[in-house]
């Protein structure tokens, strides 16, 4: 055993240790290889498709939050020039409020019934 080196303290014999690498078939390899390059690009496909979805959700509803501050900006712009706007209207005489009390719950949307008719023309 006079080939073995001191490497770091410690004794290196020469050779490799544990299992040595099979004969690979070079085709198959490459053929895995392309597989999984498919794979990938499919699963990149996915991903662009579901943000893309997600982008144009969130597009829709910043457009629906516009639309409803819109709204909210006109009927300020009403009553600082003394004019109540219909809804508003409706919801201080008690119109809706029996429409409220029979449907003691709040819509799917989350939105109150107000909001969801979109904005008021009153001039």
Not at 24 to 44: G, M, V
Not at 64 to 85: N, T, V
Request: glycine letters at 6%; hydrophobic letters at 25%; proline letters at 4%.
């Amino acid at each position: 055993m006079d080939d073995s080196k001191m490497v770091g303290g410690k004794v290196k014999k020469p050779g490799k240790r544990g299992r040595k690498p099979a004969k690979i078939d070079l085709k198959a390899k490459l053929e895995r290889s392309r597989q999984s390059a498919r794979e990938c690009r499919a699963r990149k496909k996915l991903r662009y498709q579901y943000l893309e979805e997600l982008v144009s959700s969130k597009e829709r509803a910043i457009c629906a939050l516009r639309e409803e501050l819109e709204m909210y900006k006109q009927w300020c712009s009403a009553m600082d020039q003394g004019k109540i706007p219909s809804e508003i209207k409706a919801l201080l005489t008690g119109d809706d409020h029996k429409n409220i009390q029979s449907s003691s719950k709040t819509p799917k949307n989350g939105k109150s019934q107000a909001s969801s008719n979109g904005p008021s023309k009153s001039i």
